[in-house]
């Protein structure tokens, strides 16, 4: 059975204090690995999309990166309005994507 | 680009009326819409799968006469909560994925339901 599980269930960040989320999987076959940001009473927002381990994305303070078991989303010195739940998504060949639980990030300032 | 919008954001009503909900891709065509159901501080739950022009695919557990799903067009699909009971409040998002294949699924706002 297709499986994504996520790491730490919840984080609390100083300002500025650096960090990683873990996003574990075990699919069949893996089309494509998603992240989202979803803030409270919001629909997911979307991040990057992974295909191939050792395949990287950035974007302002997030890096996501994969290998053949898991992805990490990186967060370098982070700031309050990072705070929210961030959720990884699996994509298998000829089904639909599956999701993991998701993380909630707090960031105190 | 990629934006999904719902409607609407939110709606109360009495227990045995029917709700329908709107999801709209504004800004490209989607071969393929989804709908979620999210509980409290849980992920997402796929409900079902539509597809423009055929009915829809529903996950196990999910009542399709409860839940009916119309795919209209390559912009639009409803969701009606048939029947509705408290039991069925909870927070509805959509996604679309454009035509094509490898790209992710792009998420409404979600609409909250609230059964009286």
């Known amino acids: 059975e297709d499986q994504v599980t996520q790491s730490p269930e919840a984080l609390r960040l100083q300002e500025g204090e650096s960090s990683s989320l873990n996003c574990s999987y075990t699919?069949?076959?893996?089309?494509?690995l998603f992240w989202y940001r979803q803030d409270p009473g919001k629909g997911p927002e979307f991040l990057f999309t992974?295909?191939?381990a050792g395949e990287e994305k950035e974007k302002e303070r997030l890096k996501a990166t994969l290998t053949k078991k898991e992805s990490f989303l990186h967060i370098t010195a982070p700031k309050p309005e990072d705070s929210a739940t961030y959720l990884c998504a699996v994509q298998v060949y000829g089904q639909n994507f599956v999701f993991g639980p998701g993380t909630r990030l707090s960031v105190l300032p | 680009g990629a934006v999904v919008s719902q409607h609407p954001s939110w709606v109360i009503c009495k227990s045995g009326t029917s709700v329908k909900i709107e999801c709209r891709s504004l800004?490209?065509?989607?071969?393929?819409m989804f709908w979620y159901r999210q509980f409290p501080k849980q992920s997402l739950m796929l409900m079902a799968t539509s597809n423009e022009g055929s009915k829809a695919t529903y996950e196990q557990g999910v009542e399709k006469d409860k839940f009916l799903i119309n795919h209209a067009s390559l912009t639009l699909s409803t969701l009606t909560v048939t029947s509705a009971h408290p039991e069925d409040s909870s927070f509805y998002i959509c996604?679309?994925?454009?035509?094509?294949?490898?790209?992710?699924?792009?998420f409404g706002p979600g609409t909250r339901l609230l059964v009286l």
């Open positions: 800004d490209f065509q989607a071969t393929t």
């Open positions: 699919v069949s076959g893996l089309r494509g």
């Open positions: 996604s679309a994925a454009p035509a094509g294949g490898r790209e992710t699924q792009y």
């Open positions: 992974l295909y191939s």
